[in-house]
């Protein structure tokens, strides 16, 4: 305690945004969304001596919601506190992961991460061909014309391929006006090339305007702060995976129960890590 309060070392929070975000965590895959940053976001912007805070991001993307809601509140408490805000890409830092990464006031990549995907997906399957080969009947019934949109029993409609173009059109343009808000002068390209969907190298978005330099959490403390300057990680250490799938554990879960925990929440644990692997191999990773 005495050596803290002597410690006059310039001090920088470093939170690790990791993983895909979606409106709810895995037990696999953890996740980002507000509700679960909203607490670490505090007590980085919250710390005493406070010279910056550093966000080591690696995201593949996910929830647009999401994306905007946790690049808003990071901007809210900058703004609040006065201080420096730098985005330091480890791996990736696309789609919703840029997003976010755009709520810096400066980012930096390593040479080799990926960043950019500045655009909006929608995927599904169709199975309408599937049902009579089986000898199944859908019975479906709405109250409302655009109830049953997209749906994936019946063939696509123009109409309805229409609408969804609308949706992620506007989506889109969200996206473009909260990058062109934040890096507003600093892109060096133009926007057709930029909010297309690629994604580059962290060397070649540095060119592109992107990002503003190639560096690391560390080595961009000591040049903005010194030699001196302090990285104090915020955010607790993740538990260990069989606590995160069977969360009473640690609250003395009979062992008889286990295997029957186990099968509840495997099924959910395996599709967010299917879905979180499919996030990341969107882009070669």
Not at 47 to 73: E, H
Not at 156 to 180: I, N, S, T, Y
Not at 244 to 272: F, S
Request: glycine share 10%; hydrophobic share 50%; with cysteine.
């Amino acid at each position: 305690m005495v050596f803290s309060l002597l410690d006059s070392r310039p001090r920088v929070a470093l939170l690790r945004l990791q993983g895909v975000i979606a409106a709810r965590s895995g037990p696999l895959s953890g996740g980002l969304n507000l509700a679960g940053l909203a607490p670490s976001l505090e007590r980085a912007f919250g710390m005493r001596r406070l010279a910056g805070v550093f966000l080591a991001v690696n995201s593949p993307g996910g929830s647009p919601v999401q994306s905007s809601l946790i690049a808003g509140r990071i901007r809210q408490l900058a703004d609040r506190r006065k201080v420096p805000v730098v985005a330091c890409v480890e791996d990736a830092a696309a789609s919703g992961g840029y997003w976010i990464a755009c709520a810096a006031d400066e980012i930096v990549a390593d040479p080799a991460s990926i960043l950019g995907s500045i655009g909006v997906i929608s995927a599904s399957f169709g199975f309408q061909e599937a049902l009579p080969r089986l000898g199944i009947e859908r019975r479906l019934r709405t109250a409302g014309t655009e109830k049953s949109f997209l749906d994936p029993f019946r063939p696509q409609a123009p109409e309805d391929l229409a609408r969804l173009d609308a949706l992620l059109g506007e989506l889109h343009a969200e996206f473009k006006d909260w990058v062109r808000q934040r890096r507003g002068v600093r892109l060096r390209a133009p926007e057709a090339e930029v909010f297309d969907g690629r994604f580059w190298t962290g060397r070649r978005a540095v060119a592109l305007g992107l990002a503003d330099r190639l560096g690391d959490a560390d080595s961009e403390a000591k040049r903005r702060f010194g030699a001196k300057a302090r990285l104090v990680p915020v955010g607790g250490r993740r538990r260990p995976l069989m606590a995160r799938l069977l969360p009473g554990m640690a609250a003395g879960r009979e062992p008889a129960a286990l295997p029957a925990a186990m099968a509840a929440v495997l099924p959910a644990a395996l599709a967010d890590m299917l879905e979180e692997r499919a996030a990341w191999s969107r882009l070669g990773l």
